[in-house]
């Protein structure tokens, strides 16, 4: 494939005048992201009105450029399965890519898989073939061959054409508010994500008390700043279990914090004492300053009943509406719809109950619940042999 190698500053803000002049820009990225605290990007590959090109990131002082490019107005920036590519852009310039479209998202609003790789969606939808050759390559080793960024170049020389495909699809199902909605809260979620602390997110804080919960917020914050300045991954300076443990355990005591196994490795060792300095902190905090408690998201057998028969349900009516179910909603979402209708007044309606969901989903399962619909077989043989009707 004939493409533009952009390794100088002077090429790549050249390149980006260009593309002022494109309507829809496809790129995608190649980094390694397995030894460092962010992802590190090597490669940029961009599909727009002049042609094909491959910026060179590893022999680039910055490309800043770019990522200013993709935010300007006048064009429609598409991606598949592009968070990296989203927190690239937004961790650069704190803006985002202009009207993104993200093509996997787009197939679940239309019922393919979700989330579908890149290659099944090109095969399925544009009749093309996409090599898996190179899925293992250390992006970083430079020279690149020809092999390389071939493989790298197809992964947006058809973006366009899947675009098509699916825009015409969303079109013909009457969707387009529907994606662009789903686009803009996807790009929220992401956003926050990266502008927020995150470690209530931790597994296993749930019913904690709330000075145990101070303790993994003081240890989480440590690792976070331990890990920026090392360029290490978190999880290398501390696991996410060990520090559960310790916020459990709330001692400041280093031989206590030591006798916890897994506490014995040389890199964990030198950190004890600042371990041991964050948890003190956390207790020596007022009870007013403690995280509040997380809830444990239980709930009686009664709600787990309901919500494993509508999980059933979401299934079928998303088979009918064509929409891919993991795309409207989790098995949490359906428990928190199940207990909204069962106390209404308890919490603003969640993410089933709102918008677009609602309309596919949120209102039928109402209707299910209030006995008004009924699900049954309908063909124990059919590829979907359940049916939903009145009563």
Not at 55 to 84: K, M, N, Y
Not at 250 to 262: F, S, V
Request: with cysteine.
């Amino acid at each position: 494939m004939q493409y533009e190698n952009i390794t100088t500053d002077s090429q790549l803000r050249e390149f980006c005048k260009k593309l002022s002049d494109s309507k829809l820009i496809g790129f995608d990225t190649e980094f390694v992201s397995e030894d460092s605290y962010r992802p590190h990007l090597c490669l940029i590959q961009v599909a727009c009105a002049h042609g094909l090109a491959v910026i060179d990131t590893i022999a680039l002082p910055e490309v800043g450029a770019f990522w200013e490019a993709i935010t300007q107005p006048g064009h429609r920036t598409i991606v598949h399965a592009g968070r990296e590519e989203f927190r690239f852009c937004w961790q650069a310039t704190g803006k985002r890519p202009n009207d993104l479209f993200d093509t996997q998202i787009a197939a679940g609003m239309i019922g393919m898989e979700y989330p579908a790789a890149y290659g099944s969606l090109m095969s399925k939808l544009v009749g093309k073939t996409i090599p898996k050759g190179e899925t293992r390559t250390n992006w970083r080793n430079r020279p690149l061959s020809e092999r390389q960024i071939d493989y790298a170049l197809k992964d947006v020389v058809y973006l366009e054409d899947l675009y098509q495909t699916l825009t015409s699809k969303i079109e013909a199902l009457g969707r387009a508010t529907w994606v662009q909605d789903e686009f803009q809260a996807w790009q929220d979620l992401v956003e926050e994500a990266e502008s927020s602390e995150r470690w209530h997110r931790l597994g296993g804080l749930s019913n904690m008390s709330r000075r145990s919960l101070a303790v993994a917020r003081s240890l989480w914050q440590w690792r976070e700043r331990t890990a920026q300045s090392r360029n290490s991954p978190p999880r290398r300076v501390l696991r996410d279990d060990l520090l559960v443990e310790l916020a459990k355990r709330k001692t400041a005591d280093p031989k206590r914090i030591r006798a916890l196994r897994g506490m014995d490795h040389r890199g964990v060792q030198k950190s004890l004492p600042e371990i041991a300095a964050c948890i003190q902190e956390a207790l020596a905090i007022s009870d007013d300053d403690c995280p509040a408690s997380i809830r444990s998201g239980k709930s009686n057998q009664q709600a787990n009943l309901l919500s494993q028969f509508l999980t059933v349900a979401l299934s079928s009516i998303c088979r009918d509406a064509k929409i891919a179910p993991s795309i409207v909603g989790t098995v949490q979402d359906m428990r928190d719809l199940v207990a909204y209708h069962l106390k209404p007044d308890s919490a603003a309606p969640p993410k089933l109950a709102s918008g677009w969901r609602a309309e596919i989903v949120g209102n039928v399962i109402e209707q299910l619940m209030h006995g008004q619909l009924a699900m049954h077989v309908t063909s124990p043989q059919a590829e979907q042999p359940l049916g939903i009707s009145p009563r």
